[in-house]
């Protein structure tokens, strides 16, 4: 596994498989990987001759009292995990080789950036989209590779990518829990074990949902509701939204009728965690 941290080294690199007549496949991470992000790696080597990771923990997505400089890194157990599920390059830059003196170019969508994680983290989806388009420019890939569990930045980066006819295909890959139900995250790692345990409310309540949405339940008002007592008899958890939203366009829905996007985020102690499901699918 080749491991860069230029912009120069990847493209030469890149642009030797590209005349080779090799597919590329881009996973955009920010490190600190879990079986989540190894899923992704393991989809993109199925379908691509070759496999980028990108290692990057990105400052433009976070905000001014985010958890940037804490953000969990571990550059030497990532490179293990990503050469044993056969990952051909990783790319890892420094922010200035990402973002150099003067920088001033910026990439953003509008309408499905506005609810959800996007009203309490203004700026974030921004740092997202300029990160990734950049991303996409140095690799060339024919395929890219986003997980579920990212509800919000898998639709919005599939926009981008139609809006501004970026030659590349987004393939999204599903969400990986934990046995116990827990939503993997780099952030997990944040959790004491009592956070870790009241954490589980979370999916709980979303599967609890989609039981009655199976039942035939439609009534979004019931449905919420149901979700929000579940979370609320939880002291440590403080929900920070719950939408029922078309899985789509990501406007609010008052109904089961279509698929839905049932998307959580919530602060367990210090730690901002998010989850979701998709209910409604025929
Ligand atoms: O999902 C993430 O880890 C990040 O938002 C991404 C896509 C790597 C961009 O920095």
Redo the contacts with the bound molecule.
Sequence with gaps: MIWVDTIAELRKIVSGWRREGLTIGLV???GYFHEGHLSLMRHAKAENDRVVV?L???PT?FGPNEDLDRYPRDHARDRSLAEGVGVDLIFAPLPGEMYPEGFQTWVEVTGLTQGLCGKSRPGHFR??TT??TK?MMLVGPDRAY??EK?AQ?LRV?RRMVRDLNIPVEVRPVPLVREADGLAMS?RNVYLSPEERQAALILSKALFAMRDRVQAGETDVHSLREGMESMIKAEPLVQLEYLEFVDDETLEIVERVERPVLVALAAKVGRTRLIDNLVVGRL
């Design positions: 955009p991470t920010m990108s990057f923990v990105n997505q740092g997202v990160v990734v991303l986003f997980g990212d930045q980066v780099s």
